[in-house]
Nanobody, 129 residues
């Protein structure tokens, strides 16, 4: 079974940047679409971004567009997907999860958590002054 492990979460000041990593083991991520989600205390899990297999399609939630845009990527050699976050705001504080759907032939990645088959344990991001 595919296993995912997130890392890179930290405490930063507003305006700061972080790069989150989602590393896979037991299977290659090549044939999986990958999504990033976050869950703040007392709130439902929220979709943040996703990248399709091959990286040909990416998408970002409106709440992060312009700050995270064009900064989701995958390194097939390292079996890892990255989410670079910049211009962080206190409302970005949450536990961030990566999820995988596949193996799939889908060229577009999904936004709904129910579309994903495998989940990591999460990495915590705190943005405060």
């Amino acid at each position: 079974q595919l296993q995912l492990e997130e890392s890179g979460g930290d405490s930063v000041q507003p305006g700061g940047s972080l790069r989150l990593s989602c590393a896979a083991s037991r299977f290659t991520l090549t044939y999986f679409n990958i999504g990033w989600f976050r869950q703040a205390p007392g709130k439902e899990r929220e979709w943040v971004s996703c990248i399709s297999r091959g990286g040909g399609f990416t998408n970002f939630a409106d709440s992060v567009k312009g700050r995270f845009t064009s900064t989701i990527s995958r390194d097939e050699a390292k079996n890892t997907v990255y989410l670079q976050m910049s211009g962080l705001k206190p409302e970005d504080t949450a536990v961030y999860y990566c999820a995988a759907r596949g193996p799939t032939e889908q060229a577009m990645c999904a936004m709904a958590p129910s579309e994903y088959d495998y989940w990591g344990q999460g990495t915590r991001v705190t943005v405060s002054s």
